[in-house]
RNA sequence: GACUCCGUAGCUCAGCUGGAUAGAGCAACGGUUUUCUAAACCGUCGGUCACAGGUUCGAAUCCUGUCGGGGUCGCCA
């Protein structure tokens, strides 16, 4: 449960109250009344706005409309007090009866702590990675794919219908660029000196075993023939997908749709998608003006076939069809996202680089005209660039053969654990540092280590619960924690369901990553402060009914740390 | 030239879709350990939220403009 929705209902209904007396003017917006934890402890336990939000389309000044709400708010069986403050905020202080039913809640929901039904089951694609498929995922791939993945965990955990899905451009220039670097590969294989790879190919060795499969697969008969390169191309594209999953099954990384681009030119979706759009006026025959910035010596004024993404944002209208009378890459996109809406999507989120951040007007353009204004909605999460960095030194990295990083590269190095949770301790607009030292740091710097080791240290105290033998008829008491210390980690306990609604709704699985540095802060002082105080420990002799509340206490902390973990897709050390 | 992201403490960054006196960590300084994991904790110091206007009860947050930095601007993918 989340206690501060809770809260803006009952103050809801406390102003619809008020409406059906008429002593408030009916046709109030509520969607602005917020309940919320307030900036400071003293002023109560949840904060709400509603008085400053309708002061004036009431007509009354914020007070005069606090005074009407609070008999209600006080009526209201969890409320000690409500007082109003500052330039209008009501402040409502719980009973201190409250938390303990807050945390017997928590203990009883487990493992699904934290997650509830915001999501109304709405339909959500989410599209990450997409790399071409003519390579091993470097590690600008990595981030992009932590963060869609942990954004999919997120959205289902928040009662949304998700599917992660992948999209393979597998019709376009690059993979015959692919299938002709395979084909020098297979060559190799059969004993032929293929010197240099030529420029303009990929000449990475992981083609090698293209080539041998191919060899193995056709011996030599695929050295005399005219149109090896449809079959070379789909072999290599089949290899190089597979060598993409075992790079993101490094990181745990599951797609549950991998999408041919190659399919929708073949089925005559894009050619249908395009004739739809032409119907409704969206795509007309014209001519485009020159592109700005660099002096472009290919370009060519004529009459093409255009989208009139211009007229819903984006800055120029853009092409369907090459001169040849192929298919853009963007005309796929037009059948690609019609395919997901006539799959019932409502949400359309897509993972992006940085450098796709002109891609995402006409994504959007694309979906409205498609679906209609307003019917899906189009978000495009860019990822800022990981910069690599060893002992301060930043890692070069040149395109030419064997000098960029693989996503493997790094996930072998420091594990996938912290490449997860690095990659989403930023927020995705901010672009990020990793350092290899840094981040295999066992110190309290390294904010992987420092979650890690509260969720260690409590899997600690309760393995040795064990051995102190309880007795039977001890009696769980969540009355019985008092200390301030206890009560911090009580209110960040039940802050954690608005965490993560607010972090799903918001698209932002960072702001989980920064709780659960909170969370574990306030477990350490905790921790710390039984030193001094050793009436504050978890285990004590003799004492076996708080005892058992505090290794209670205990274990929903490691519910949100592990629960929080999860989402993060961060396996959580039980010790160190 | 256009679009887009960013600009918050000496450094690295949060800031909960507009809330009250702007928060962490690092660095600097001082303290805590016969103890359930000190790999930790507590305290002090540190701010013109780039700048200028605007919107309103209220702005780091929204709008406009300026400055500075990153990215993009193809019939590529």
């Keep these: 449960m989340n206690l501060f929705a809770h809260f803006q209902g009952v103050v809801a209904n406390a102003v619809e109250t008020l409406v059906g007396q008429g002593k408030l003017p009916a046709c109030l917006d509520l969607s602005k009344l917020t309940a919320e934890p307030p900036r400071d402890a003293t002023h109560g336990d949840v904060a709400v706005n509603a008085a400053m939000v309708l002061a004036k389309p009431a007509g009354m000044s914020p007070r005069a409309v606090a005074d009407l709400l609070v008999p209600l708010l006080v009526s209201d069986p969890d409320t000690a007090a409500v007082t109003v403050a500052g330039p209008g905020f009501i402040n409502i202080k719980l009973k201190d009866s409250f938390w303990p039913r807050v945390l017997q809640a928590a203990l009883g929901q487990g493992d699904q702590f934290g997650s509830s039904k915001i999501g109304s089951n709405q339909k959500v694609n989410v599209e990450y990675v997409s790399a071409n498929p003519t390579g091993p995922l470097h590690v600008g791939h990595c981030r992009g794919a932590v963060f869609g993945d942990a954004l999919a965990s997120l959205l289902k955990f928040s009662g949304y219908d998700v599917t992660k899905e992948y999209y393979m451009n597998d019709a376009g220039g690059q993979v015959n660029v692919l299938a ?90 894009v050619a249908k998608a395009i004739a739809k759009l032409r119907a409704s006026g969206d795509v007309y025959e014209g001519r485009l003006p020159p592109p700005k910035g660099e002096v472009n010596e290919d370009w060519e004024d004529r009459e093409q076939t255009l989208f009139r993404s211009t007229a819903l944002g984006d800055d120029v209208d853009r092409a369907l069809l090459k001169s040849d009378g192929s298919f853009t890459y963007f005309a796929s996109d037009v059948a690609y996202s019609q395919n997901k809406i006539d799959r019932g ?46 002992n301060g030194e930043p890692v070069r990295m040149s395109k030419r053969a064997g000098e960029f990083v693989t996503l493997r590269d790094v996930v072998d190095e420091v594990g996938p654990d912290v490449v ?79 965490v993560i609604e607010a972090a799903a ?7 989980i990553s920064f709780y659960l540095y909170d969370l574990a802060s306030d477990f350490h002082s905790l921790w710390n402060k039984g030193k001094e105080l050793p009436q504050l420990r978890f285990i004590l002799q003799d004492q076996d009914n708080i005892s058992l509340t505090r290794l209670a206490f205990l274990r929903v902390i490691r519910y949100c740390l592990a629960n929080g973990l999860g989402l993060l897709g961060v396996k959580p050390a039980s010790e160190m």
């Design 180 to 269: 002709e670097s395979a084909y020098l590969r297979y060559r190799e294989a059969l004993g032929e000196d293929i010197g240099e790879i030529p420029a303009g190919l990929y000449p990475g060795d992981y083609l090698k075993p293209v080539g041998e499969a191919l060899a193995k697969e056709y011996g030599k008969s695929l050295l005399g023939i005219n149109d090896w390169l449809p079959l070379v191309r789909d072999k290599s594209i089949s290899m190089m997908m597979d060598m993409i999953r075992d790079d993101l099954a490094s990181l745990d990384i599951k797609q549950e749709v991998f999408f041919s681009e190659k399919s929708l030119q073949a089925d005559g979706s």
């Design 345 to 390: 999507f409502k949400q359309l989120i897509y993972v992006l680089g940085a450098d796709h951040g002109g891609y995402v007007k006409r994504l959007q353009a694309v979906a409205s005209a498609l679906a209609g204004p307003g019917v899906v909605q189009v978000d495009a999460k860019l990822c800022q660039l990981v910069k690599l960095f060893r």
């Design 420 to 498: 997860r949770f690095m990659m989403l301790y930023r927020k995705n607009e901010a672009p990020l540092d990793f350092d290899f030292a840094k981040v295999t740091e066992q110190s309290k710097d390294n904010p992987v280590f420092y979650v890690q080791y509260a969720h260690a240290r409590i899997c600690s105290v309760l393995r040795n619960a064990e051995a102190a033998g309880l007795k039977s008829d001890a009696k769980i008491d969540f009355n019985l924690l008092t200390d301030e210390a206890e009560k911090a980690l009580i209110l960040r306990i039940a802050a954690f369901p608005r």
């Design 505 to 511: 709704l918001a698209h932002e699985p960072h702001r």
